[in-house]
């Protein structure tokens, strides 16, 4: 019962943490924190998803970025406290009785570098459950409010490496590539009986969807950026990429897992009737490897205080895997897997990411916003800096994936080739709709 | 109790969001007693030898939440009627709950109800008891619990005890992690 229930809680905060974690973790600038996550210049996002940006001079004193960022972790002084014996906290200790995968998964998703400066407020209604042996209702006051009424899940679209060399804008490398995604989605019934109260009824079937995915491999890469007209002060820039994906191996399943109700919802002695139906497709690592090309392009126009660009990655990327092996699996009371069929032919698709990005800088003031859809949604930043001598103020406003708006402000001192930043950002989790607030601080070296 | 797992998913989301909300479980004992026909139990005194004051033992599907959760508040609702064939005197009806079908009737019982009978008359006695011991409390965060009945009878007197509601609620607080 415990493993069920943590297993759900589990999926209920992935799915909600999912999307502020896609956009806001691992942002480790103070600076940036306090314009709302905005990605300024060849900073943050712009330079991933943009190709061209590889041939746009750095604006570092344009945009008074520093060249250097240091974060200054106080968020883990924070939860050293709260876990003083983190060794043998029995909540991380997988071992024990009392190990809370929540939290865990909580910690990594939400890694404790910043400090908490207002918690996120958690539901506190009371919920009731109508048990009889022939009936069974929930209600779960504001707490069905948590439950997605929407597909929710986890996915990205990674590089971890990208070695390679170039000459005059050209380049050759080897990209890395992981494209994961983990969704799932409640089916009407379940979800009326959880987020609506509606009674079970007889032979029904409770369930959801399921869909999960990891593939990954490499993909010597060819790409050119340069300045296609203009100068250092005014000019366009493009930039595109053609890569020759390489696939190591991925897996792949999908289908429905739930439960059934029978002609009285209580009755006999086994307490649970799930069922699963999922077909799942794999090419392991040592098969025949997966291939397909795809590509990037991106453009960029800089004009004295203004910089405009779009980029686009992955266009086309069709990965084919000619030797994929398919298998069925049923449970109902037991289960049972069958072979489908053997060394065929199936594709995978990486999803089509793009960013489109605006600054603008002037004097002492810097204004900026950019849109990155990394094929789940689009996350929306807009924000910006005045410096005011030794100081500087900033604000900021964002969209996540879930489409809640969150506000980043902050501010810095700067002596000389040194700075303290600190920027403060709210957030929204999984368990609530009201927003806590996070402080993170950073040096900056200039 | 093919439902059961319905229940834990939505025990789930409530856990998972509760807070220090307390969740609230309106169990209706009687439905899974009048399932079974363990309703009724007739009494007859003085006893004769042989035979059975009680209901074959009963099983509840409770909450099964195991022991980290604390258990507020168990409180039983119900009404009994004591339909009464002949004779005057007095009837008791025990419910007795377990963790064990063996040791059901072993014990004392959680709660019981009394009625003056007289001849071909029905004595309805309706009962609301709070059970204050911890122990007692805890035992309903088990998955499966015993239940059993028993009527005992004072005076020559025969009739049947029948059961017309008995529901269970049980309030815990939010520690199941």
Request: net charge neutral; aromatic share 10%.
């Amino acid at each position: 019962m415990r493993t069920f229930v943590l297993g759900f809680g589990l999926v209920v905060l992935l799915g909600g943490a999912a999307a502020p974690a896609a956009a806001q973790w691992l942002v480790t600038d103070a600076r940036r924190i306090g314009m709302g996550g905005l990605s300024l210049g060849r900073s943050g996002s712009t330079a991933r998803y943009n190709p061209a940006y590889r041939a746009v001079a750095e604006k570092a004193a344009l945009h008074g970025q520093p060249k250097v960022t240091i974060p200054i972790p106080l968020g883990i002084i924070q939860f050293l406290h709260d876990h003083p014996h983190l060794s043998s906290d029995p909540a991380f200790d997988y071992k024990s009785r009392g190990f809370n995968p929540i939290l865990v998964a909580n910690t990594i998703l939400n890694l404790p570098l910043y400090l908490e400066v207002k918690q996120a407020p958690t539901p506190t209604n009371d919920v009731a459950f109508t048990i009889g042996q022939d009936s069974l209702r929930v209600n779960l006051g504001a707490t069905s409010q948590l439950v997605p009424e929407d597909q929710f899940g986890i996915s990205g679209s990674s590089r971890p490496l990208d070695p390679g060399f170039g000459y005059k804008g050209f380049r050759v490398g080897v990209m890395g590539w992981l494209h994961d995604d983990a969704e799932l989605q409640l089916g009407d019934k379940l979800l009326a009986f959880l987020r609506d109260s509606v009674p079970a009824r007889h032979n029904t079937l409770y369930s959801a969807d399921v869909h999960g995915l990891v593939a990954g491999g490499f993909a010597p890469t060819v790409s050119y950026a340069g300045r296609i007209a203009g100068d250092t002060a005014r000019g366009f820039y493009a930039g595109g990429a053609l890569h020759y994906y390489v696939g190591v191996g991925y897996g792949r399943t999908d289908g429905l897992v739930g439960d059934s109700t029978s002609d009285t919802l209580f009755a006999g002695s086994n307490p649970v009737n799930p069922i699963g139906r999922t077909l799942t497709q794999y090419s392991k690592p040592g098969n025949t490897l997966g291939h397909g090309i795809g590509g990037d392009i991106g453009v960029a126009w800089v004009s004295g205080p203004i910089e405009i660009g779009f980029g686009v990655n992955d266009i086309g990327a069709t990965i084919t895997w000619p030797d994929t092996r398919l298998d069925s699996a049923f449970y109902n009371h037991s289960g049972y897997s069958k072979p489908v069929a053997n060394h065929v032919e199936t594709k995978t698709k990486l999803p089509v990411s793009y960013i489109a990005n605006l600054a603008y800088s002037v004097g002492n003031t810097t204004l900026g916003a950019d849109v990155l859809n990394t094929g789940r949604g689009s996350v929306v930043h807009v924000g910006g800096e005045q410096r005011l001598g030794l100081f500087a103020v900033r604000g900021g406003v964002a969209r996540d994936q879930r489409k809640r708006i969150e506000f980043g402000f902050g501010g810095g001192v700067r002596f000389g080739g040194l700075g303290l930043d600190v920027g403060f950002w709210t957030h929204t989790n999984s368990l609530s709709n009201e927003r806590g607030i996070t402080m993170a601080t950073s040096l900056s070296i200039y | 109790m093919r439902a059961k797992w319905l229940c834990l998913v939505a025990l789930t989301v409530a856990a998972a969001g509760c807070g220090e909300g307390r969740a609230i479980f309106d169990i209706d004992v009687f439905s899974f007693l009048s399932g079974a026909k363990a309703d009724t139990l007739p009494y007859v005194g003085p006893l004769p030898p042989g035979v059975p004051d009680t209901i074959p033992v009963q099983t509840v599907q409770s909450l099964g939440l195991g022991s980290s959760s604390v258990v507020d508040t168990v409180r039983f609702i119900g009404s009994v009627d004591f339909v009464n064939a002949s004779g005057t005197g007095s009837v008791t009806f025990a419910v007795y709950f377990d963790s064990l079908k063996t040791t059901v009737y072993t014990g004392t019982p959680w709660f019981s109800v009394s009625g003056p009978v007289t001849p071909g008359a029905t004595t309805t006695s309706p009962f609301d008891v709070d059970i204050i011991d911890p122990a007692m409390k805890r035992l309903f965060l088990a998955s499966t619990v015993y239940v059993g009945i028993r009527a005992s009878a004072t005076g020559t007197i025969s009739g049947t005890a029948k059961l017309s509601a008995l529901r269970a609620r049980v309030v815990i607080q939010d520690k199941i992690f």
